[in-house]
């Protein structure tokens, strides 16, 4: 099984906790992106997918500013397991992305593969 998502372009991770009372809490940036991602996924009839997966993440930046290509991961990957696309981010045993150039507003396309089993093992 395959599952395609086009997703706005993610808070940075720099902004997605904020802390009250020494504790981390979502920020609202966060919060917001979760939202919008669980939207998009109820939209789209999106089933939970129970199995290991491979994540591909096509990044497209909102401008030109220097970012590093690993700061959008923790934002899209716990709004996908939020909006109940698969259980737990720990079934992610391939994560592959690209960084393209960049567009205006900024957006992420994700592709999503269930792995077999057997297919997991031969990958190590």
């Keep these: 099984m395959v599952t395609g ?18 504790r981390p809490v979502l920020s609202k940036d966060a919060r917001t992106y979760r939202h919008k991602v669980r939207r998009i996924a109820i939209e789209q009839g999106i089933k939970p997918m129970m199995g290991p997966l491979s994540v591909h993440i096509d990044i497209y930046p909102p401008d030109k500013r220097r970012r590093d290509i690993d700061n959008c991961f923790k934002s899209v990957l716990d ?13 992610i045993n391939v994560l592959h992305a690209v960084k393209h150039p960049a567009t205006q507003n900024g957006y992420v396309v994700v592709e999503i593969h269930e792995l077999e089993d057997e297919a997991c ?3 190590r």
Excluded at 7 to 22: A, D, E, I, M, R
Excluded at 82 to 90: L, M, P, R, Y
């Design 5 to 22: 998502l086009d997703l706005p372009y993610p808070p940075s991770v720099n902004h997605y906790f904020n802390y009250y009372q020494g």
């Design 79 to 91: 709004a996908l397991q939020h909006a109940g696309v698969f259980w737990d981010d720990s079934q």
């Design 121 to 123: 093992q031969e990958s």
